[in-house]
């Protein structure tokens, strides 16, 4: 069984940073491929960005390049979201996914866990 704490979220002006952490129970933390998503109110949980077991390869969706770095620190067990440029629509629900397999995909149904989820608000 895998645990998954999400943090960091709150409130932020446009143009703000947040970084949100994901901490991960489990010795084998470091074989884990990661995901972040999110649900805005009334829309469907989307990928926003994922990273391979050691780092080496990352995913990022569209509305994000640029603005958002995804990282992990294994000796930690976590996952870091740093968010940058936030704008209004970046409002959400952000949630952490684990899958059991190394590498990461954009795919929600590729994750085998998943945090309870940390609120992000962008304030215009």
């Known amino acids: 069984q895998v645990q998954l704490v999400e943090s960091g979220g709150g409130l932020v002006q446009a143009g703000g940073s947040l970084r949100l952490s994901c901490a991960a129970s489990g010795r084998t933390f470091s074989g884990y491929g990661m995901g972040w998503f999110r649900q805005a109110p009334g829309k469907e949980r989307e990928f926003v960005t994922g990273i391979n077991w050691n780092g080496g390869t990352t995913l990022y969706a569209d509305s994000v390049k640029g603005r958002f770095t995804i990282s992990r620190d294994n000796a930690k067990n976590t996952v870091y979201l740093q968010m940058n440029s936030l704008k209004p629509e970046d409002t959400a629900v952000y949630y952490c996914?684990?899958?059991?397999?190394?590498?990461?995909?954009?795919?929600?149904?590729?994750?085998?866990?998943w945090g309870q989820g940390t609120k992000v608000t962008v304030s215009s």
């Open positions: 996914a684990a899958r059991l397999t190394g590498q990461t995909t954009s795919f929600s149904r590729g994750y085998d866990y």
